[in-house]
């Protein structure tokens, strides 16, 4: 296997530069009063889910602001869901260009007996799944170590390409990469090389550092292939972006500068006429996928303990799950004797998530329980802030949520294996919190200004 990795990396696309080869373009760019910006994402309505939000929002907004996004994206993703309803949210002068991208997913699904099932991201093991076969360590084998950084990694030469011709036709002040997939990165990586125009690398989660990495099955050679592309995107972009503290303190360690820190938001017309609905049980909600090492078994284990103890709290708990679920959750679940209480949705678009959120007496928000815990800030905890309603997390006391959470009012934090005391939690929830401290920071709005200052 080492052989043939060894083969197929020799991408020349993706090699990395000397230094003083690094500011010689292919042609220059004009910028003089350009108010262009190219902005690469995988992930665009109607594609769904966590990974579409943040530049669907900030494309928006920089437009607000003056800025003319050009949006390149593939035109047949694989996307775990679809929500149409998003492509109403995109700015009215946005521009989209699509190229098709080929993935490797089918190969992949037939290899680990997932053929003609969609994939979600996060490790999620679904139920009645069968444990790993030698066939799906192969596939897995090959992820981590062919296809180098991602299932992307096809979609970079071709790209490249077409953008290079679009931006000798059309050149923009600036490139915005998002990743992952962070094969993106690599194709906004060229366009540098190439055109001289100023990049910002926008890392949503983290390469190398990301929780599920180490369980890769990477040979030496796939490590040192991920390691150096990282390094270069490090090294030559003009501005890297992160959006936890955490994840800027790691990332400060690796690439010898220090990120731009500009967080997930929420976008306050969602919340414009939002009003709380009376919920007449006691209903505890989660949206978004639950994989394995975000599954909060002591929640259910002290849930199922105080629901048998407490008929009463049992005739009116309702648990609402909304999104993916690894097999475990209902596993767990069913042990504690919860599953005639819980509601499963696979997926609501997300004008729906926002109205179910109008609608319950709890919120649940488990961090992962990995290595980089401190650094995770899900996209959901600040549409649960402006929800104004009562949060439990689960995750580290001193990790960036924890911060955020201890600045507004009825949050709570516990750590992963600590039981939840439910009589406390119960009757802090009789009254809605009044979060006086300001959410503004926290507005997508707000957050494209910070942009809109790097672009300049």
């Not at 939000?53 to 907004?61: A, D, E, G, N, V």
């Not at 960036?400 to 009012?409: F, K, M, P, R, S």
Request: proline residues 7%; aromatic residues 8%; contains cysteine.
């Amino acid at each position: 296997m080492e052989v043939v990795a060894k083969l197929l990396l020799r991408v020349p696309v993706v090699k990395t530069l000397p230094d003083w080869a690094l500011h010689l373009p292919l042609f220059k760019t004009n910028s003089v009063a350009n108010k262009k910006i190219l902005i690469i994402t995988y992930y665009w309505p109607p594609s769904g889910g966590t990974g579409v939000q943040r530049w669907l929002h900030f494309s928006r907004y920089l437009e607000e602001l003056g800025w003319e996004p050009i949006i390149y994206t593939p035109a047949n993703p694989e996307a775990p869901v679809q929500d149409e309803a998003l492509l109403k949210l995109i700015g009215p002068k946005t521009k989209i260009r699509k190229q098709p991208i080929w993935e490797p997913t089918q190969l992949y699904k037939n290899l680990s007996g997932q053929k003609g099932k969609q994939l979600h991201t996060g490790f999620l093991t679904q139920e009645g799944q069968k444990t790993s076969s030698w066939l799906q360590r192969l596939a897995m084998w090959l992820r981590a170590n062919i296809f180098i950084p991602d299932a992307k990694m096809a979609w970079i030469r071709p790209s490249v390409r077409f953008l290079t011709k679009e931006l000798q036709k059309q050149p923009v002040a600036a490139i915005i990469s998002t990743g992952p997939p962070h094969s993106l990165h690599l194709i906004a990586r060229q366009l540098k090389r190439r055109t001289g125009t100023k990049w910002l690398a926008d890392f949503r989660d983290p390469w190398t550092q990301i929780d599920w990495f180490e369980q890769l099955p990477l040979s030496r050679l796939g490590l040192r292939q991920h390691q150096k592309l990282e390094a270069s995107i490090f090294k030559e972009a003009d501005e890297l972006i992160v959006v936890s503290r955490d994840m800027q303190t790691q990332m400060h360690k690796l690439a010898g500068r220090l990120p731009k820190l500009i967080s997930n938001g929420f976008a306050p017309e969602d919340f414009s006429c939002f009003e709380h609905k009376p919920d007449p049980n006691f209903t505890i909600l989660h949206t978004g996928s639950i994989n394995k090492d975000r599954n909060p078994s002591a929640v259910w284990q002290s849930l199922g303990a105080y629901t048998k103890a407490h008929p009463d709290f049992a005739a009116k708990l309702r648990i609402r799950l909304i999104g993916a679920l690894d097999a475990s959750v209902k596993q767990d679940l069913q042990a504690e004797g919860l599953l005639p209480y819980t509601d499963f949705q696979d997926f609501i678009p997300h004008e729906h998530v926002i109205e179910a959120l109008s609608c319950c007496s709890l919120l649940l928000l488990p961090l992962n329980n990995v290595k980089s815990q401190k650094g995770i800030v899900t996209g959901k905890l600040f549409e649960y802030l402006a929800s104004q309603q009562p949060i439990l997390a689960i995750g580290p006391a001193d990790g960036d949520a924890a911060a955020i959470l201890a600045t507004q009012a009825g949050t709570q934090i516990i750590d992963f294996d600590t039981p939840v005391p439910w009589a406390q939690i119960i009757a802090s929830c009789k009254d809605k919190p009044q979060r006086t401290a300001s959410l503004l920071p926290y507005s997508r709005k707000e957050l494209a200004n910070q942009f809109a200052a790097l672009i300049q």
